[in-house]
Protein backbone atom coordinates (compact mmCIF):
# COMPACT_ATOMS: atom_id res chain seq x y z
CA UNK A 1 0.00 0.00 0.00
CA UNK A 2 1.17 3.81 -0.97
CA UNK A 3 0.61 5.71 1.71
CA UNK A 4 0.98 9.70 1.40
CA UNK A 5 1.58 11.70 4.22
CA UNK A 6 0.72 15.25 3.15
CA UNK A 7 -0.60 18.68 3.94
CA UNK A 8 -0.72 21.97 2.17
CA UNK A 9 0.23 24.16 5.59
CA UNK A 10 3.35 23.66 7.18
CA UNK A 11 4.10 22.91 10.53
CA UNK A 12 1.86 19.97 10.68
CA UNK A 13 4.18 17.57 11.72
CA UNK A 14 3.88 15.53 8.47
CA UNK A 15 7.92 14.28 8.47
CA UNK A 16 7.59 12.96 12.12
CA UNK A 17 4.22 10.80 11.14
CA UNK A 18 5.98 9.24 8.34
CA UNK A 19 9.07 8.66 10.14
CA UNK A 20 7.36 7.15 12.81
CA UNK A 21 5.01 4.97 10.70
CA UNK A 22 8.11 3.83 8.98
CA UNK A 23 9.60 2.50 12.07
CA UNK A 24 6.65 1.38 13.68
CA UNK A 25 5.95 -1.10 10.18
CA UNK A 26 9.67 -2.08 10.21
CA UNK A 27 9.63 -3.21 13.50
CA UNK A 28 6.49 -5.53 12.29
CA UNK A 29 8.74 -7.01 10.20
CA UNK A 30 7.13 -4.92 6.96
CA UNK A 31 9.37 -4.54 4.13
CA UNK A 32 9.02 -0.59 3.95
CA UNK A 33 10.38 1.91 1.31
CA UNK A 34 9.86 5.58 1.96
CA UNK A 35 10.20 8.90 -0.05
CA UNK A 36 11.21 12.40 1.00
CA UNK A 37 9.73 14.52 -1.71
CA UNK A 38 9.73 17.80 0.15
CA UNK A 39 12.62 19.69 -0.36
CA UNK A 40 13.29 20.31 3.14
CA UNK A 41 14.91 16.80 3.26
CA UNK A 42 13.75 16.38 6.95
CA UNK A 43 12.45 12.39 6.65
CA UNK A 44 15.66 12.31 4.96
CA UNK A 45 17.42 13.65 7.62
CA UNK A 46 16.24 11.89 10.70
CA UNK A 47 16.82 8.61 8.79
CA UNK A 48 20.43 9.82 8.36
CA UNK A 49 20.61 10.08 12.41
CA UNK A 50 19.06 6.58 12.62
CA UNK A 51 22.19 5.00 10.38
CA UNK A 52 24.65 6.96 12.29
CA UNK A 53 23.64 5.84 15.39
CA UNK A 54 23.39 2.36 14.28
CA UNK A 55 19.58 2.03 15.30
CA UNK A 56 17.63 -0.85 14.09
CA UNK A 57 15.31 -1.92 12.07
CA UNK A 58 16.64 0.68 9.53
CA UNK A 59 15.27 1.13 5.84
CA UNK A 60 15.69 3.43 2.63
CA UNK A 61 14.13 6.50 2.17
CA UNK A 62 14.78 7.84 -1.27
CA UNK A 63 14.58 11.50 -2.69
CA UNK A 64 12.91 10.78 -6.26
CA UNK A 65 9.53 8.38 -6.72
CA UNK A 66 10.52 5.04 -8.75
CA UNK A 67 8.44 1.97 -8.70
CA UNK A 68 8.98 0.16 -5.79
CA UNK A 69 10.79 -3.48 -5.62
CA UNK A 70 8.21 -6.18 -5.47
CA UNK A 71 9.40 -7.49 -2.21
CA UNK A 72 8.41 -4.00 -0.61
CA UNK A 73 5.13 -4.28 1.58
CA UNK A 74 4.74 -0.53 2.18
CA UNK A 75 5.18 2.54 1.25
CA UNK A 76 5.27 5.70 2.77
CA UNK A 77 5.76 9.28 0.89
CA UNK A 78 6.41 12.75 2.51
CA UNK A 79 5.68 15.61 0.34
CA UNK A 80 4.90 19.20 0.58
CA UNK A 81 3.29 21.51 -1.63
CA UNK A 82 6.95 23.31 -1.71
CA UNK A 83 7.24 20.67 -4.60
CA UNK A 84 4.15 20.70 -6.41
CA UNK A 85 5.15 18.54 -9.21
CA UNK A 86 5.96 15.56 -6.63
CA UNK A 87 2.90 15.88 -4.26
CA UNK A 88 0.48 16.03 -7.29
CA UNK A 89 2.85 13.12 -8.76
CA UNK A 90 1.97 11.19 -5.38
CA UNK A 91 -1.39 11.41 -5.03
CA UNK A 92 -2.01 10.18 -8.36
CA UNK A 93 -0.29 7.27 -7.69
CA UNK A 94 -1.32 6.97 -3.51
CA UNK A 95 -3.96 4.17 -2.16
CA UNK A 96 -4.68 6.65 0.26
CA UNK A 97 -3.63 10.03 2.24
CA UNK A 98 -2.65 10.66 5.81
CA UNK A 99 -3.44 14.20 6.66
CA UNK A 100 -2.53 15.60 10.17
CA UNK A 101 -3.83 18.90 11.01
CA UNK A 102 -2.96 21.18 14.24
CA UNK A 103 -5.68 22.07 16.08
CA UNK A 104 -6.56 25.55 14.71
CA UNK A 105 -8.97 27.24 12.77
CA UNK A 106 -6.26 28.39 10.06
CA UNK A 107 -5.24 24.74 9.74
CA UNK A 108 -8.61 23.82 9.11
CA UNK A 109 -9.11 26.03 6.11
CA UNK A 110 -5.72 25.00 5.11
CA UNK A 111 -7.19 21.49 5.15
CA UNK A 112 -10.12 22.78 2.92
CA UNK A 113 -8.06 24.37 0.24
CA UNK A 114 -5.92 21.25 -0.10
CA UNK A 115 -8.83 18.71 0.19
CA UNK A 116 -10.05 20.77 -3.29
CA UNK A 117 -6.69 20.76 -4.48
CA UNK A 118 -6.25 17.24 -4.59
CA UNK A 119 -9.65 16.28 -5.85
CA UNK A 120 -8.88 17.43 -9.28
CA UNK A 121 -6.01 15.49 -9.68
CA UNK A 122 -6.74 12.73 -11.40
CA UNK A 123 -5.37 8.60 -10.94
CA UNK A 124 -2.43 7.64 -12.89
CA UNK A 125 -3.84 4.94 -14.80
CA UNK A 126 -0.59 3.98 -15.97
CA UNK A 127 0.35 2.96 -12.55
CA UNK A 128 -3.30 0.89 -11.80
CA UNK A 129 -4.79 3.87 -10.09
CA UNK A 130 -8.07 3.74 -11.07
CA UNK A 131 -9.98 5.46 -8.56
CA UNK A 132 -8.46 8.84 -6.27
CA UNK A 133 -6.62 7.92 -3.19
CA UNK A 134 -8.61 7.58 0.52
CA UNK A 135 -8.58 10.62 2.46
CA UNK A 136 -7.84 10.61 6.32
CA UNK A 137 -7.21 13.01 8.69
CA UNK A 138 -6.27 13.53 12.39
CA UNK A 139 -5.50 16.02 14.86
CA UNK A 140 -1.99 15.93 15.38
CA UNK A 141 -0.16 18.50 18.16
CA UNK A 142 -2.77 18.39 19.86
CA UNK A 143 -3.51 19.79 23.13
CA UNK A 144 -2.96 18.21 26.30
CA UNK A 145 -4.89 20.15 28.90
CA UNK A 146 -8.31 19.13 29.47
CA UNK A 147 -9.50 22.74 29.66
CA UNK A 148 -8.42 23.51 26.70
CA UNK A 149 -10.95 23.33 23.47
CA UNK A 150 -9.25 23.92 20.31
CA UNK A 151 -8.63 20.29 19.61
CA UNK A 152 -11.88 19.33 20.12
CA UNK A 153 -13.33 22.20 18.22
CA UNK A 154 -10.67 21.11 14.96
CA UNK A 155 -12.10 17.68 14.96
CA UNK A 156 -15.63 18.67 14.71
CA UNK A 157 -14.87 21.23 12.33
CA UNK A 158 -13.13 18.50 10.10
CA UNK A 159 -16.01 16.40 10.56
CA UNK A 160 -17.81 18.77 8.68
CA UNK A 161 -15.85 18.22 5.35
CA UNK A 162 -17.24 15.76 2.64
CA UNK A 163 -14.93 13.43 0.56
CA UNK A 164 -12.99 12.38 4.29
CA UNK A 165 -12.52 9.69 6.59
CA UNK A 166 -11.77 11.54 10.25
CA UNK A 167 -10.05 9.38 12.83
CA UNK A 168 -10.50 10.25 16.88
CA UNK A 169 -7.14 8.63 17.37
CA UNK A 170 -4.82 11.61 18.36
CA UNK A 171 -1.01 12.82 18.51
CA UNK A 172 -0.39 15.39 21.69
CA UNK A 173 1.62 18.48 21.44
CA UNK A 174 4.43 16.68 23.84
CA UNK A 175 8.24 17.04 24.09
CA UNK A 176 9.05 13.42 23.37
CA UNK A 177 8.01 13.42 19.74
CA UNK A 178 10.78 16.42 19.03
CA UNK A 179 13.21 14.72 21.60
CA UNK A 180 12.98 11.48 19.96
CA UNK A 181 12.61 12.80 16.48
CA UNK A 182 16.40 14.80 17.18
CA UNK A 183 17.79 11.66 17.95
CA UNK A 184 16.71 9.03 15.69
CA UNK A 185 14.37 7.09 17.21
CA UNK A 186 10.28 6.81 17.01
CA UNK A 187 8.66 8.02 20.27
CA UNK A 188 7.83 4.69 20.98
CA UNK A 189 11.46 3.98 20.98
CA UNK A 190 12.77 6.30 23.30
CA UNK A 191 10.00 6.03 25.68
CA UNK A 192 8.22 2.78 25.62
CA UNK A 193 5.63 3.07 27.99
CA UNK A 194 4.83 6.61 28.08
CA UNK A 195 2.05 8.76 26.74
CA UNK A 196 3.33 9.58 22.97
CA UNK A 197 4.31 5.68 22.55
CA UNK A 198 0.49 4.98 23.28
CA UNK A 199 -1.14 7.49 21.19
CA UNK A 200 1.07 6.55 18.42
CA UNK A 201 0.73 2.98 18.78
CA UNK A 202 -3.35 3.62 19.03
CA UNK A 203 -2.89 5.71 15.13
CA UNK A 204 -0.53 3.12 13.53
CA UNK A 205 -2.67 -0.08 14.88
CA UNK A 206 -5.97 2.19 13.41
CA UNK A 207 -3.92 2.89 9.94
CA UNK A 208 -2.60 -0.61 9.78
CA UNK A 209 -5.13 -3.18 11.60
CA UNK A 210 -3.87 -6.49 10.49
CA UNK A 211 -0.48 -5.56 11.97
CA UNK A 212 -1.90 -4.75 15.00
CA UNK A 213 -1.93 -8.58 16.12
Same mark, same amino acid.
Given at each position: =???? &?? @???? $????????????????????????????????????? !??????????????????????????? &????? $??? @? =????? /????? #?????????????????????????????????????????????? @?? #??????????????????????? %??? @????? %????? /????? !??? #????????????????????????????
Amino acid at each position: =MITL &VA @NLKG $GAGKSTVAFNLCVWLARQGKKVQAYDLDPQCTLSDVV !EVREEEGFEPQFKVYSRYKQPNADIDE &VIIDV $GTA @N =MAGLK /RAVSI #ADRILVPVAPSQADVWSTQRFLYMISGIKPDKDAGREAPPDVLTFI @NR #ADTHVAVRESDEALEALQTLPGI %QVL @NQRLS %QRTVF /RRSFS !EGL #AVFELKPRGKGALEFNQLATTLYPVDAS
